[in-house]
């Protein structure tokens, strides 16, 4: 066990010791909502700090919780337990409709998105005279464990912080798991986005609804447990004010952080109650002045500490001790059978695409055969990477066919594409920077594992992430960064960065590689060191399709070359049948008149 676990352990041994102790009543209260409030804000840590999908309604959710225990247990008489439940049936099948209408959009479409939906879930809760309109339910029974009340606050305490430590624990895993990695990888702020994941063959809508409905379950819980605290819910606690300041706490702790939820939701809580008992006698009149303090610390921390105050403290904190792998022992990954050496791998026939009235990609067809080294070249504009996005599903031909190893692969998707044996790197690098060296590449080891979001949490999953890890270890020594495994990946040069996407593609073991100008940016001695890299993939029996503009890396890697112009095939041919053609000087020199 490391110093950090023996760190939560022993702060997760003073927050259950706190209420048997002589803390007075006031700061048991204060910590009762701390906790309440820490929960809603560690859902908004999983959705917009780590999947970069900012919500405003996160109160609305609490409230669905709040109001389905609540009325069952008045209206009915059911227990408060029961009333979990239903609260979490009810919350699970709203999120995942909204979800399914939200998360499609994006920008500034999203976050006004979700202020609409919570206004109208507000005035629902405040109109239905099922629910005691604005006044709400009054009477809201106790919570009993094993015949023991919780009506006591010391009591609520204890369940309060039990289910926020599990929580932050479970949240802590998940992102520590192969769901997680792929749900770290979505927010294009910090390097991420969607055609990375879907490149190796995640559902990247899939995983953001995960990541709603889980950051929904989390403030119906929250809703749940504040309902039989005050024994009474009306819609005040669950309006756009509190999803705001739901917000701001997991903005002002530390948006992409777990702990940062609580570190945020202690300060605004208690900083909420000393303002409105300062300002007023300060200014000598009535008034929420705490809003603009608020307002004015919310600008201050966006401008000075982007990332939160819990970065500052996890500093002080010892550093994170890495897992021992042992790739020589740990079972391999399932592997794919590989195609026959010279066999047909891929054909794409006549393929075109056109973008309104442009025709970026007019005519093309070329056929590449397992075991070889296929290069497109051309000068600027002539098609190269639409052609490989083609290719790769990354865009849909308007007319054509793409075959891979014997199927009709054109109009499946990247995704579909990655499951049948293509993997492949990008023009500009795509890695999630703050995320290691072997996080990144066990990225592509997506579509040969199995394990899910319950397995992440609770633990179930290691053996299967042990061998995920050992593979994107394997990989990354096999293109020489061995040393550099837990090494942040934003930190490293160019070269090592398109390695490292090398490495990635690699991971899903594919049929085919596909390489988007690897060598670009790159210096002469790392040109070298990655030519000798693809070499030896060749050698292993790995069919490459390249697309490059330096002319000594692709003539002397290559074994058949498609020469392109204007989105049309200019030649085909070997190297020094390329180097030798006429046709080809013209299209990157020009002709005499």
Aim: aromatic letters at 8%; a positive charge; one cysteine or more.
């Amino acid at each position: 066990m490391d110093l950090r676990r023996y760190g939560l352990l022993a702060f997760t041994v003073v927050m259950l010791a706190v209420p048997f102790l002589p803390v007075p009543d006031y700061w048991i209260t204060k910590l009762n909502y701390v906790g309440l409030f820490g929960l809603v804000a560690l859902g908004l840590v999983l959705l917009t700090g780590v999947g970069g999908l900012t919500s405003f309604g996160q109160a609305a959710f609490a409230g669905l919780g709040a109001y389905a225990s609540a009325f069952l247990a008045v209206k009915m008489g059911i227990s408060p337990w029961i009333g979990l439940l239903a609260g979490l049936g009810v919350t699970v099948v709203v999120a995942l409709v909204l979800g399914w209408v939200t998360l499609r959009m994006s920008g500034h479409y999203l976050p006004l998105a979700t202020i609409c939906w919570s206004l109208a879930l507000f005035y629902t809760m405040g109109n239905l005279d099922a629910l005691g309109k604005y006044d709400g339910l009054l009477g809201v029974p106790a919570i009993s464990f094993f015949g023991i009340s919780l009506q006591e606050e010391r009591r609520m305490y204890l369940l309060i912080w039990l289910v926020a430590i599990a929580s932050a624990i479970a949240i802590t895993r998940l992102l520590d798991s192969r769901p997680g990695r792929i749900m770290r990888a979505l927010d294009v702020h910090r390097g991420g986005g969607k055609t990375m994941p879907e490149a190796m063959g995640a559902s990247t809508f899939r995983h953001k609804l995960l990541m709603f409905v889980i950051a929904a379950i989390l403030a119906s819980i929250s809703g749940w447990l504040f309902a039989h605290m005050q024994r009474s819910v009306n819609p005040s606690p669950f309006g756009i004010k509190f999803g705001i300041e739901y917000l701001f706490m997991a903005v002002l702790g530390g948006a992409g952080h777990v702990w940062g939820a609580f570190t945020g939701a202690a300060l605004v809580k208690l900083a909420e109650d000393q303002l409105q008992t300062w300002l007023p006698a300060l200014l000598g009149t009535s008034g929420s002045y705490e809003i603009i303090v608020f307002g004015v610390v919310l600008v201050l921390v966006l401008k000075f500490a982007p990332d939160g105050l819990w970065p500052s403290i996890e500093r002080l904190l010892p550093a994170r001790r890495h897992r021992a792998i042992r790739a020589d022992t740990t079972e391999p990954l399932p592997a794919r059978d590989k195609p026959a050496a010279g066999s047909v791998l891929l054909e794409v026939k006549d393929a075109r695409r056109t973008f309104g009235g442009l025709v970026a990609v007019n005519g093309v067809g070329f056929t590449l055969r397992a075991g070889e080294i296929f290069g497109l070249i051309g000068p600027n504009g002539a098609g190269k990477s639409t052609t490989f996005n083609l290719v790769s599903g990354v865009l849909p031909l308007t007319s054509g066919e793409v075959w891979l190893r014997g199927e009709r692969v054109d109009g499946k998707g990247a995704r579909e594409i990655a499951r049948r044996g293509l993997s492949r790197t990008f023009q500009h690098v795509k890695l999630v920077p703050d995320m290691t060296v072997l996080e990144n590449v066990a990225l592509g080891t997506y579509l040969r594992t199995r394990s899910g979001t319950l397995a992440a949490m609770l633990r179930t999953d290691r053996a299967e992430e042990a061998r995920a890890l050992a593979e994107a270890e394997r990989q990354l020594r096999r293109v020489g960064l061995g040393e550099h495994l837990h090494e942040l990946a934003g930190n490293l040069a160019l070269g090592p960065q398109r390695l490292v996407e090398i490495a990635r593609a690699l991971a899903s073991d594919p049929a085919l590689l596909l390489l988007d100008e690897p060598a670009a940016g790159l210096r002469h001695r790392e040109k070298q060191a990655l030519a000798e890299v693809l070499r030896q993939l060749k050698a292993e029996g790995l069919s490459l399709l390249l697309v490059e503009h330096d002319m000594d890396f692709v003539m002397n890697l290559t074994d058949r070359i498609l020469v392109m112009e204007f989105g049309t095939p200019l030649l085909e041919g070997t190297p020094a049948e390329i180097q030798a053609s006429e046709k080809v000087r013209a299209a990157y020199l020009g002709t005499e008149h």
